[in-house]
């Protein structure tokens, strides 16, 4: 990474999908800072982390939907969630997170426990991040308030006259067809929504510095539909495509704008709650 896409004047960065992140990650630990990377892929990724750790489940992000992602499950004595299509006669726990609140409310105190969850998008780009050496967390529209109070604490424990913190959003987009990138719009929303609430909460120590122009445009792109975000949910291209294939609970779920008080922190390879 060349220093002028480094974004490096600045607190708050962002930049799309694993390998840019990841990218801005390495460039700022090899640079002395300490690093907190924010996922956020609305519909389903870090909605279903945040529904999850709701339901004390500690969720397991996997980077392959293949015959290994079974093997680690097993492995972890978890529960591997399968593509949403084969859960939808037999039931199941998916990328999905109706089907995972579902599965935590079932029976006493929930039979789940541990979720392998395989994802191209949210668990790829978790993974890489954590090994570029950035702490990283789930951020969705469910809970960024409560992520960008838990990042005011991460921000003022950084030791004195070390290198400042870099706080990394990540909208993690989708896939087209042949496997490039596609910047989907929940997440810039969901990345703008984190980066508008922590400016907020900041109040007058949100100094010039804070965003940089990309996570600026971020919130900006947010703060065009906070007062309508359901009905954007519904309309954007990811939003009709689960709507139009019988996953509407789904999009209802990822638009509970500030329904969770709890931030999924990945440590030793999994998503566990902590309190915003």
Same mark, same amino acid.
């Given at each position: 990474?060349?220093?002028?896409?480094?974004?490096?004047?600045?607190?708050?960065?962002?930049?799309?999908?694993?390998?840019?992140?990841?990218?801005?990650?390495?460039?700022?630990?090899?640079?002395?800072? @300490?690093?907190?990377?924010?996922?956020?892929?609305?519909?389903?990724?870090?909605?279903?982390?945040?529904?999850?750790?709701?339901?004390?489940?500690?969720?397991?992000?996997?980077?392959?939907?293949?015959?290994?992602?079974?093997?680690?499950?097993?492995?972890?004595?978890?529960?591997?969630?399968?593509?949403?299509?084969?859960?939808?006669?037999?039931?199941?726990?998916?990328?999905?997170?109706?089907?995972? @609140?579902?599965?935590?409310?079932?029976?006493?105190?929930?039979?789940?426990?541990?979720?392998?969850?395989?994802?191209?998008?949210?668990?790829?780009?978790?993974?890489?991040?954590?090994?570029?050496?950035?702490?990283?967390?789930?951020?969705?529209? @469910?809970? @960024?308030?409560?992520?960008?109070?838990?990042?005011?604490?991460?921000?003022?424990?950084?030791?004195?006259?070390?290198?400042?913190?870099?706080?990394?959003?990540?909208?993690?987009?989708?896939?087209?067809?042949?496997?490039?990138?596609?910047?989907?719009?929940?997440?810039?929303?969901?990345?703008?929504?984190?980066?508008?609430?922590?400016?907020?909460?900041?109040?007058?120590?949100?100094?010039?510095?804070?965003?940089?122009?990309?996570?600026?445009?971020?919130?900006?792109?947010?703060?065009?539909?906070?007062?309508?975000?359901?009905?954007?949910?519904?309309?954007?291209?990811?939003?009709?495509?689960?709507?139009?294939?019988?996953?509407?609970?789904?999009?209802?779920?990822?638009?509970?704008?500030?329904?969770?008080?709890?931030?999924?922190?990945?440590?030793?390879?999994?998503?566990?709650?902590?309190?915003?």
């Amino acid at each position: 990474m060349q220093p002028w896409h480094s974004q490096d004047r600045f607190v708050v960065r962002l930049d799309w999908g694993p390998g840019a992140a990841e990218s801005l990650s390495t460039y700022a630990v090899d640079a002395g800072s @300490r690093v907190c990377a924010v996922v956020v892929d609305v519909l389903s990724f870090t909605t279903c982390v945040s529904v999850a750790v709701d339901a004390d489940i500690r969720v397991h992000p996997y980077r392959w939907k293949d015959e290994s992602a079974e093997r680690f499950a097993e492995s972890l004595g978890a529960t591997l969630a399968q593509a949403r299509s084969a859960t939808r006669r037999s039931g199941g726990v998916s990328l999905s997170p109706a089907s995972i @609140r579902a599965a935590g409310s079932s029976g006493s105190g929930g039979s789940l426990r541990d979720l392998v969850l395989p994802s191209p998008n949210g668990s790829t780009t978790s993974a890489l991040l954590a090994g570029a050496g950035a702490e990283v967390v789930a951020a969705s529209l @469910r809970n @960024r308030s409560a992520v960008a109070r838990w990042l005011i604490g991460w921000l003022e424990s950084a030791p004195r006259g070390s290198a400042p913190p870099a706080v990394i959003v990540v909208p993690s987009g989708e896939r087209w067809p042949d496997g490039s990138l596609r910047p989907a719009v929940e997440d810039l929303w969901g990345a703008g929504a984190v980066v508008a609430a922590l400016a907020a909460a900041l109040g007058h120590r949100a100094g010039p510095l804070l965003l940089s122009p990309e996570a600026e445009a971020a919130g900006a792109a947010w703060l065009a539909v906070e007062e309508r975000v359901g009905e954007a949910l519904h309309d954007c291209a990811s939003g009709r495509e689960l709507i139009e294939q019988g996953w509407a609970s789904d999009v209802e779920i990822a638009a509970e704008l500030d329904g969770s008080q709890g931030v999924p922190v990945l440590a030793d390879g999994a998503f566990t709650g902590s309190r915003g």
